[in-house]
């Protein structure tokens, strides 16, 4: 008398034959003959997710975190799968929490934060290293989330704040540096051409003008030409007064006298 069974596409049976493995049974139609063969381990050949825990830990800075991560897993001998482990699920998952507590005593909070895909790629590569005596190939170590404290997010926060803070003074730094180089070059043109420090002095007067929300009065200098104000615009009073003072010297003069003290007039 023969029995049948089928094994399905993604599945293998292990057939024992009083105690003894003849046979992994591929996927399809196949006869036994009962109390004498014995289907013992059914092995799924798809990946296998596993959703980690999450481990807790102290970094190598000496940081309490909380990690979770997913482990993604595939058989690829499931002839060591039954024969070299009790049971390869929990042999890799256990395995694959306890790699990731020792990395995370290996990494600072940094690592964790910036390098995930690094670090997931040295516990994939760490967790194969024993799990392919089982059979099992480890496809990919995905670190999803990486806990700290309260208290350690706002210190976190206000670190970045403060990065952010020394790039944007650094940049202002530059740019007053380059407007200060600009103006400079732009000082040394117009003190050798005075047609271009006109045709500033003019624009500035016309975005003056656009803006329509003052009264412009043109004050005509000596350093006017064609009636129009110089890039000052108006001289200071000294200045102004300057010529004056040269072209009468003798009311100067006289004015000094008037002014004399009533004693000296006395003496004299």
């Known amino acids: ?141 995905e670190i999803k989330d990486v806990i700290v404290a309260k208290e350690l997010e706002d210190a976190i926060s206000r670190e970045a704040a403060a990065e952010r803070e020394k790039r944007a003074r650094v940049k202002l730094a530059e740019a007053e540096n380059l407007a200060a180089k600009s103006m400079i070059d732009a000082a040394t043109q117009y003190q050798s051409n005075d047609i271009a420090l006109q045709l500033r002095s003019m624009n500035m007067l016309y975005e003056m003008c656009m803006e329509g929300k003052s009264t412009m009065v043109f004050v005509p200098t000596h350093m006017s030409n064609n009636a129009l104000p110089g890039i000052i615009g108006v001289r200071s009073i000294d200045n102004l007064l300057e010529p004056r003072q040269q072209d009468q010297p003798e009311s100067k003069g006289a004015v000094e006298e008037i002014t004399r003290p009533a ?3 006395d003496n004299e």
């Open 1 to 141: 008398m023969l029995f049948f069974g089928v094994v399905n596409e993604w599945e293998r049976h292990a057939l024992f034959f009083l105690g003894k493995l003849t046979r992994m049974v591929k996927p399809g139609l196949y006869f036994y003959i009962p109390f004498l063969h014995k289907v013992l381990f059914e092995v799924d050949m798809r990946i296998i997710t596993y959703n980690v825990p999450q481990q807790s830990g102290l970094t190598k800075d000496n940081i309490p975190v909380e990690v979770d991560a997913i482990v993604f897993y595939q058989v690829k001998d499931s002839k060591a799968a039954i024969l070299n482990v009790d049971n390869y699920h929990a042999a890799t998952q256990l395995g694959a929490c306890s790699a990731i507590r020792d990395m995370v005593g290996k990494s600072t909070l940094d690592d964790l934060l910036s390098e995930r895909e690094k670090i997931g790629e040295l516990l994939r590569s760490h967790i194969e290293t024993f799990a392919e005596r089982w059979g099992v190939t480890v496809i990919s170590v």
């Open 263 to 265: 004693t000296e007039l």
